[in-house]
């Protein structure tokens, strides 16, 4: 099926820990993302990425670091895990129209990380 | 700048009733405008969106909304409200030449027997 797809769907660990969550799309969009969605449901983007190019880095801390090896892939790595870090995180990827203005987005499911 | 403001972070209506959900942007270049609705622990799903042409939008499950630009509005809305209907509904902008999503604070839709 096309569609974006982010693993793992559910992540626990422990304050000081490393981990990714990787993200994949077959919709052949350009520009993939993450959003990050807080207890109170707000969501907020994190980064853009077009053809693997960093395009948008928002106030994230450093801890935080996204690798895109190629188009269709973008990861997120998160060091030294905090319990500020739990949340659920959404990975995106659109498409742009002839006015390029980014319309065709589609989220993934969602990783809910939980930092204990 | 660009945002998205949703009046009321609760609604609740009656199964059947008409839904109305309001949305209003803020926007110095023509915005594209999209209805989310994302279940309880579930992703998102597009309801509908607006980019050019016609202003009314038709989406999926009954849902429709409008763009009024001389309201700044894109209230969506759905005749008779199901059950199913209940989750939290985002409205968000794009702009041109702007590479993400701008989302407003959610409505959380509760539908009464």
């Known amino acids: 099926d096309t569609a974006v797809s982010q693993t793992p769907k559910y992540l626990v660990t422990q304050m000081g820990n490393d981990k990714s969550i990787k993200c994949e799309q077959n919709?052949?969009?350009?520009?993939m993302y993450w959003y990050k969605q807080d207890s109170k449901k707000f969501l907020k983007i994190m980064f853009s990425y077009n053809n693997k190019e960093l395009i948008i880095n928002e106030t994230v801390p450093n801890r935080f670091s996204p690798k895109s090896p190629d188009k269709a892939h973008l990861n997120l790595h998160i060091n030294s895990l905090e319990l500020g870090d739990s949340a659920v995180y959404f990975c995106a990827s659109s498409q742009k129209d002839s006015f390029f203005t980014n319309y065709g987005y589609t989220f993934g499911s969602g990783t809910r990380l939980t930092v204990v | 700048a660009q945002s998205v403001t949703q009046l009321g972070s609760h609604v609740s209506v009656s199964e059947g009733a008409l839904v109305l959900l309001r949305c209003n942007y803020s926007s110095s270049v023509p915005p594209y405008l999209f209805w989310y609705v994302q279940y309880p622990n579930q992703g998102l799903q597009l309801l509908l969106k607006?980019?050019?042409?016609?202003?009314l939008v038709k989406g999926i499950n009954g849902f429709e909304a409008e763009f009024k630009k001389s309201e700044t509005s894109f209230h969506l809305t759905k005749p008779s409200a199901h059950m199913s209907d209940a989750a939290e509904y985002f409205c968000?902008?794009?702009?041109?030449?702007?590479?993400?999503?701008?989302f407003g604070t959610g409505t959380r839709l509760t539908v009464i027997p």
């Open positions: 968000a902008v794009s702009l041109t030449g702007a590479n993400n999503l701008f």
């Open positions: 607006y980019t050019t042409g016609a202003t």
């Open positions: 919709l052949g969009h350009d520009t």
